[in-house]
């Protein structure tokens, strides 16, 4: 009965390469976010969908493309992976865009060699 | 006592005893703040939050206070417990933006 989910956990890959990390909230939200930690733990948004439009798009390089097939599921691709992506990248959920109250994944913790 | 580490202000509590920790934001527009904890490998997770109308709000062993004045926020944890260790954050938003900015997280070390 996991409430944000997110899949990999962890994921290791090479410079260059292209991955996707997958999130699904079972909590019948609207809105949903991809935030990344760095490794002073700062959390910064990235990104923000409602009912599967994009709202908010912060500076982030293009390389990082989200994608929601359905207002439960926000993925994550990101593409020519560089060592700076290395991070955690933290999925969340609203029950819309007004609501303040956010609700986050486990967490998907990247590494870039 | 309260010490600075390398990357996060890190509180050292005993066990019983009670913990504060504080967190001061910037923008006098915003209206409404959150403190989340953040366990060793997990994701934050909600403990309690204040709308700028209030001044105290109390949960289940937490209190958190704003002094809207000073544009300061705490969170008071009672009666500390080894499962309190973790990293705390507060985080605040303005009315009509979407956007929740996280301060720089807290770290909480609860000594048996």
């Known amino acids: 009965d996991t409430a944000v989910s997110q899949t990999p956990k962890y994921l290791v890959t090479q410079m260059g390469n292209d991955k996707s990390i997958k999130c699904e909230q079972n909590?019948?939200?609207?809105?949903m976010y991809w935030y990344k930690q760095d490794s002073k733990k700062f959390l910064k948004i990235m990104f923000s969908y409602n009912n599967k439009e994009l709202i908010i798009n912060e500076t982030v390089p293009n390389r990082f493309s989200p994608k929601s097939p359905d207002k439960a599921h926000l993925n994550l691709h990101i593409n020519s992976l560089e060592l700076g992506d290395s991070a955690v990248y933290f999925c969340a959920s609203s029950q819309d865009r007004q609501t303040d109250t956010q609700y986050f994944g486990p967490g998907t913790r990247l590494t870039v060699l | 006592g309260e010490s600075v580490g390398l990357h996060l202000p890190t509180l050292s509590v005993q066990e019983g005893d009670n913990s504060i920790i504080n967190c001061a934001y910037s923008n006098s527009a915003s209206d409404y703040f959150i403190w989340y904890k953040q366990e060793s490998g997990k994701g934050p997770q909600f403990i309690i939050d204040i709308r700028s109308n209030m001044d105290k709000r109390q949960g289940q062993r937490v209190t958190v206070l704003l002094n809207k004045t000073v544009k300061h926020l705490s969170l008071q944890i009672a009666a500390t417990q080894p499962g309190d260790s973790a990293v705390y954050f507060c985080a605040e938003k303005s009315h009509g933006n979407n956007r929740l900015a996280f301060g720089k997280g807290n770290q909480v070390v609860v000594i048996p």
């Open positions: 909590l019948g939200h609207d809105t």
